[in-house]
Nanobody, 125 residues
């Protein structure tokens, strides 16, 4: 069993930056792909970014490419999402997720096995 807890959300003006963290406990995460998803009011959960077990490979949604950076520190069992040049359309609850299957970087939420409770990000105009 893995527990994931997101933090770092808040209110920020458009063009600003915010850094999210995901802390894992109960099981080491060093062998697993991790991902970030988000869900805006009235919309389905959408893929944001994913990172391989050792941080060697990353993949981003086109909507955030060049603005967001995913990273991880396996020694601390933490995953991060640095968000720059934020836009109002980035407003959403952001979720951290873990994929138990080795060797893939999935973009579909159904491929992930553990989820945090989310942290809310609000970007004002």
């Amino acid at each position: 069993q893995v527990q994931l807890v997101e933090s770092g959300g808040g209110l920020v003006q458009a063009g600003g930056s915010l850094s999210l963290s995901c802390a894992a406990s109960g099981r080491p995460i060093s062998s697993f792909t991790m991902g970030w998803f988000r869900q805006a009011p009235g919309k389905e959960r959408e893929f944001v970014a994913t990172i391989s077990w050792n941080g060697g490979s990353t993949y981003y949604a086109d909507s955030v490419k060049g603005r967001f950076t995913i990273s991880r520190d396996n020694a601390k069992s933490e995953v991060y999402l640095q968000m720059n040049s934020l836009k109002p359309e980035d407003t959403a609850v952001y979720y951290c997720a873990l994929d138990l299957q080795y060797g893939r970087l999935p973009v579909h939420s159904s491929e992930y096995h553990y989820w945090g409770q989310g942290t809310r990000v609000t970007v004002s105009s």
